[in-house]
């Protein structure tokens, strides 16, 4: 049986600890403040969102950084939902850049 | 932003894939009336407004008031409150004490609970996984990594947040700090020895004890 | 409230089904109740959308390092707390270890020298009773 993809605590690792500061870049607050704004007016509570970054496939979990974790876990529990369609932030997307 | 592994510099945070897709899902949400842009506005200040203060405050206080410090260790969010503070959405906060013979560091290996509101947005390496995955299994290595040796006669504790309860340690106080007042405390008190893998320093201009 | 402060408990070992926190790494493992936190909705409920009913009392669980991880590097004293809710618990039957860890905690004043004494675990039942 395989542990959690989240289930970190005495997971074999070789990589060394980056102790250097790195500031939140302005999208990283962004997907921050849409947590935490979704989580207040009850769109979604926070063991959903935990969840959804938890059903990520283990590499796809080890590769992204952590607010691409959290708008992995946004988009999955939100089109859960019903909130937004599939492929609907995608379209989104096309449009801003288009 | 990738805190876990090397990558290369990106120019500009508007061109990663996931600042867009972050800009796209706002957009969506307050289009569909789902969140106001004003109140995405206000959760990015809070997070803004965040830092170590807060938490050091409370540390100052707990150093030269026993009895505050005493009811810091039973509630943690009310002693919080008693000095007007606000110690965020999360049910419960624990301030752990460090003593001569106990000393606590907190991880969160499940993911990356942190008591923001008392210390600010979680470094990087809080949030990583060789962090997640080497502070409960090899703590005084990590700790050395960060430069603090403990003696082996002092119990590390170590204190994995894996529910909604929020753990703050309450370092000891440096020798040669007598004389100071609560805001110059206050200023000795860093994040990482909030976390545990740091401790305050000593003032500079304290004599040194031997 | 099944547990309380200082009673032996062992973490399930059961397979992590949906939303779980109890972290693997304690499976199977004996610790002592440190704290109890009170009653919380349970996440396994949560996080699908329920309501998390009936709550679970939620645990502060104290290990000892070694028993924890095989080949252990730090202090034998060194300690390892983890919240635990109730339903991931039982009572421990017996405890693989001396009788007298866990209760060091209580000791904590001591002069170290005489917790090592203390730990070998022959004394420990005679001096319960007395102290603070």
């Not at chain 3, 493992?29 to 009936?54: C, M």
Request: hydrophobic share 40%; net charge negative.
């Amino acid at each position: 049986m395989a542990r959690p993809v989240h289930d970190r605590g005495g997971w074999p690792t070789s990589e060394p600890i980056d102790t250097s500061e790195h500031p939140l870049a302005d999208w990283e607050l962004l997907a921050d403040a849409l947590q935490q704004s979704l989580v207040r007016n009850r769109v979604m509570t926070v063991d959903e969102f935990r969840r959804g970054i938890e059903s990520m496939p283990l590499q796809a979990y080890e590769a992204a950084g952590y607010y691409e974790r959290w708008l992995y876990s946004l988009e999955r529990i939100l089109v859960e939902k019903g909130v937004i369609a599939p492929g609907e932030i995608d379209r989104k997307l096309a449009e801003l850049a288009g | 932003m990738d805190q876990d592994h090397d990558h290369e510099p990106i120019a500009s945070d508007a061109e990663l894939p996931a600042a867009a897709r972050a800009r796209a899902l706002e957009a969506l949400l307050v289009e569909k009336g789902v969140l106001a842009r004003e109140e995405i506005h206000r959760s990015v200040d809070w997070l803004v407004s965040r830092s170590r203060a807060d938490g050091a405050r409370l540390v100052a206080r707990a150093w030269v008031d026993p009895e505050f410090k005493a009811r810091l260790l039973a509630d943690a969010r009310a002693a919080a409150a008693e000095l007007g503070l606000d110690a965020g959405p999360a049910p419960r906060v624990v301030a752990a004490e460090n003593t001569d013979g106990v000393h606590h560091v907190v991880v969160c290996t499940l993911c990356s609970c942190y008591p923001r509101a008392l210390l600010g947005p979680p470094p990087a390496w809080y949030k990583s996984l060789a962090y997640r995955s080497r502070a409960v299994s090899d703590p005084r290595r990590v700790l050395a990594e960060f430069g603090l040796e403990l003696d082996p006669d002092v119990e590390l504790r170590v204190l994995d947040s894996t529910a909604d309860i929020r753990y703050l340690v309450i370092p000891r106080r440096p020798p040669g700090t007598e004389g100071l007042g609560e805001d110059e405390l206050a200023e000795l008190v860093t994040r990482d020895s909030m976390i545990g893998v740091a401790v305050p320093a000593a003032p500079a201009s304290a004599t040194a004890d031997s | 409230m099944r547990y309380r402060p200082g009673q032996l408990v062992r973490v399930r070992d059961a397979p992590s089904v949906g939303h779980v926190r109890t972290p693997s790494y304690v499976k199977g493992k004996a610790g002592r109740v440190e704290r109890v936190h009170g009653v919380f909705g349970n996440p396994e409920s949560l996080s699908y959308g329920g309501d998390g009913l009936p709550g679970q009392p939620l645990y502060l669980v104290r290990f000892e390092q070694r028993e924890v991880w095989s080949g252990y590097a730090g202090s034998a004293d060194d300690t390892i707390y983890v919240d635990v809710y109730e339903h991931w618990l039982l009572p421990a039957e017996n405890a693989a270890h001396f009788p007298g860890i866990g209760l060091s905690h209580r000791f904590a004043r001591w002069p170290r020298k005489m917790l090592r004494i203390f730990r070998g675990g022959w004394l420990a039942p005679s001096l319960c009773s007395g102290v603070k």
